[in-house]
Antibody
Framework: QVQLVQSGAEVKKPGASVKVSCKAS????????INWVRQATGQGLEWMGWMNPNSGNTGYAQKFQGRVTMTRNTSISTAYMELSSLRSEDTAVYYC??????????WGQGTLVTVSS | QSALTQPASVSGSPGQSITISCTGT?????????VSWYQQHPGKAPKLMIYEVSKRPSGVSNRFSGSKSGNTASLTISGLQAEDEADYYC????????????FGGGTKLTVL
């Protein structure tokens, strides 16, 4: 069965960076794009960008360009999302999701990133 | 890209039908049949309920249906059940050089 398992919760100070991982299993990792979506507490879903695990090509939402980097390690079927220059507004649950064709049929369990001094 | 517009809340009694609207623009909802809907219970990851405007994934009840007219997509839930109480989000492909995606602000469904 398809599974996306994310890394654990993180606490970071303002200005720091965070790197969240998303390990895929149950399918061929390089066959589907991985997208990242975040959700601040009590707020809605916010799309951050996508990565093609086969080519490494990426596309980022304008809001995050310059601060986000999405990468992968195909040997361990793992995608990564790194967000830099963290501020308190980046406190959120970050999800990876498998792109089935502009829809997300599989999601990770979410990773809480807390930014606090 | 601005978020798609959804009502903040809707409610209905068990057995009734409700519809949640999702209004975008001619650059997203109006241009592509790539609208999806997600159900999210508290503390859980979102779950795909509808994709490509009106298609239901395997395992999703046929009480859930989707449609689109112009720049507005809709999710209808018929025969409301207590377990349908959740947040619902619409999502649309929005084109551009980076293949943008945009979500709605979410709708809280209360089953009375």
């Amino acid at each position: 069965q398809v599974q996306l398992v994310q890394s654990g919760a993180e606490v970071k100070k303002p200005g720091a960076s965070v790197k969240v991982s998303c390990k895929a299993s149950g399918y061929t990792f390089t066959s589907y794009d991985i997208n990242w979506v975040r959700q601040a507490t009590g707020q809605g879903l916010e799309w951050m960008g996508w990565m093609n695990p086969n080519s490494g090509n990426t596309g980022y939402a304008q809001k995050f360009q310059g601060r986000v980097t999405m990468t992968r390690n195909t040997s361990i079927s793992t995608a990564y999302m790194e967000l830099s220059s963290l501020r308190s507004e980046d406190t959120a649950v970050y999800y990876c999701a498998r792109d089935g064709g502009s829809y997300y049929n599989y999601w990770g369990q979410g990773t809480l990133v807390t930014v606090s001094s | 890209q601005s978020a798609l517009t959804q009502p903040a809340s809707v409610s209905g009694s068990p057995g009734q039908s409700i519809t949640i609207s999702c209004t975008g623009t001619s650059s997203d909802v109006g241009s592509y049949n790539l609208v999806s809907w997600y159900q999210q219970h508290p503390g859980k990851a979102p779950k795909l309920m509808i994709y490509e405007v009106s298609k239901r994934p395997s395992g999703v009840s046929n009480r859930f249906s989707g449609s689109k007219s112009g720049n507005t997509a809709s999710l209808t839930i018929s025969g409301l059940q207590a377990e349908d109480e959740a947040d619902y989000y619409c999502c649309s492909y929005a084109g551009s050089s980076t293949f943008d995606v945009v979500f709605g602000g979410g709708t809280k469904l209360t089953v009375l």
